[in-house]
């Protein structure tokens, strides 16, 4: 065998016929090796590449790899979702029983037909990480404001997300954007939520720094922490809320007054909060999250893949089967 190509099969043959003859006759694997006409550097090798195929110039197909309807069910189902990316689409079609198959696999079909979205890498940010990040929901709430164009009139959305599930606790869509309307907002949120006393996290805008706002905080018992000047990404999670609603709502929405932009809206933050996958919660939603159901769901889309990949090794087995009778 020096010196030759070895099949997958029969390079797990040897492994295996060398272990085997160790446990039956007590005498040491290096008794074998030279007896079979490999050196041992060889044999121990193709143990650390047993059950793997082969990685050479030819293309050899992987042991019970994904069956060629599930490829094409993921081509079709991209084809309608081409706005998501590989991994949000790869939990969704798992979600959906479309197909239960691993990140990877996604981009490996999707770069081979040329449905990848390319995107440019983000600068990497010389400043520190930030605050400690949540461990439960309620632990902290971030507070932002942006700008909301309707018919050529200027409105503004006054958000508070759940710094630990994403979720988006209360809106409001203002004519202002005074210290009054933030007061309100807030309020309306704690009404919604009485129990919970958090850290609230602001930049260093007006609204967020006069003496009256300070003194609300107070008396409501929250603490409150504003972000580094000049630098919106320490409040990045409810600023990158913001970049997506724009980018998935507001920007490809053409509203016909307010109260159409205020039921529009609202329809989109219901469904972030139920329906969207996020990145940054293991590609489930905010509301599953904020529910406590993030083990639960983690479980059940495991489950999904290792029946998956179970069905996948029977059916590959069946074949070989039935190619071993027909020949």
Known sequence: MRGKWVEPDIRDAVVKYVKNMKTQSGLPQKWFIPRLGISSSKYYTWVRRYGQENRHNGHIPRDFWILEREKQAIVDYCKDHIEEGYRRLTYKMIDEDIAAVSPSTVYR???????????????????????????KPHEHWHIDIAYINVKGTFMYLISVLDGYSRMILHHELRTEMKEWDVQITLQRTIEKYPQAKPRLITDNGSQFISKDFKEYLRVCGLKHARTSVNYPQSNGKIERFHKTLKSEEIRRTSYLDMNDARRQIEKYIHYYNHERLHSALYYLTPKEVFDGKMNQRLKERQHKLDQAARNRRNSSLNESQKNSISA
């Open 109 to 135: 079909i999707l770069n081979k037909h040329g449905l990848l979205m390319r995107w440019r890498p983000l600068k990497k940010s010389l400043k520190r990480k930030g605050f400690k990040q949540p461990k």
